[in-house]
């Protein structure tokens, strides 16, 4: 008869409380989860397809300015052809010029003055000073010809390095529009990542809360809320049977930096000795277990229905750990033990760095929980801006506790 009475009220209290484990998910059971699984992939892969287009644009455009500059360079190397092939002539203008004068001068000697006639004197007939009369002439107006080449040269030389140089403009102009199309694709590539690494935290999520659902339903099709069975409870109360408050919630100096900033999401409960019993501070459901984690080192996470409100306590730094994910507890479950210190140590050759002593860290948050950081399935951020001071539930700093409440 009691028994009844209690399951009676286990369910109307189990449908009181929102389930915020779900968060994003809309699935009903593990089969919709694994189909918002294979969608968050699909977006992955698309993703993926997009950031690898994305890159090879950026390349290609990478490369079209390489090419522009080496044009650039080709054409400044024309550029300076050209300059100095209109030097050259101008060289052989005044060369042509000077011969042309002096050709001229020695005509006109020839023509006009007897006493010069010694190469036309020289000649056996008239027929031959005759030709060698025409052929200072011809040689003259073989001069005049070579210097219109010579002026043709120069403008066509002039004409090509305009051209060049307004090449050289449009390739600074295509440079431009590279640059800028590359910004453009840089900022979307971020744009990329952001959504790629947001969804390989969806990902990770998604496979954790699945893991999570597999351990504690018992098929695919079962309904997730009945699934978690929250024994309720009235209140919370310490899960140690004795111990000191060592370090409060809130802003404090950080043991191991000396920084006066950093905020302590949860409370450090110090005690006798490691191994020392650490209790669930309400009936509940073990929801996350990480073991030898980097900061922290074992950390159990339970979910409690407080008075028809979702709560997850966290315990770190035990020595071991007495629970899985899915055991249904009660506030006398022993989960672990109080480590902290010793063999659990980094610097001992353990695995936690973030302890320098033995103690438990304790931590309250208001909703459901898979734990923190990569491992959880709602973000460490959520789950620490939810928390609540568990000072409320122990004497005084420095001040030992006897008794579970
Ligand atoms: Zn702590």
Redesign the pocket.
Known sequence: MRNKVVTILVILVVILVPLNIKADSKAKNIKELNAELEELKRQKNINVQNKNATRSSINQKKQAIYNAYNEKQQAENDINAATNKIAECEASIEKTKGETAEILKFNELTSNENIYLEYLMAAESIADMSMRSKAISLITSYNQDQLQTLNDLIIENQRLKEELREKQNQLDVAINNYSNAIVALDNYMDELEDVGDDINEQIKNQEALIKYYKSICTSDTQLLSDCVKVLASSTLIRPLEKGVVT?PFGMRVNPLTGKTSSF?Y?I?LSTTSMGVKVYSAANGMVAAVTLKSSCGGNIVYIHHNVNGVAYTTQYAHLLSVNVKVGDTVTNQSVIGYVGGAGSTLKKNGGWDTCSTGVHL?YSISKGYYLGGGANGYSSFSKFKANMIDPGKYFPARGTWFYRRY
């Open positions: 370090s302590h949860g450090d860290h």
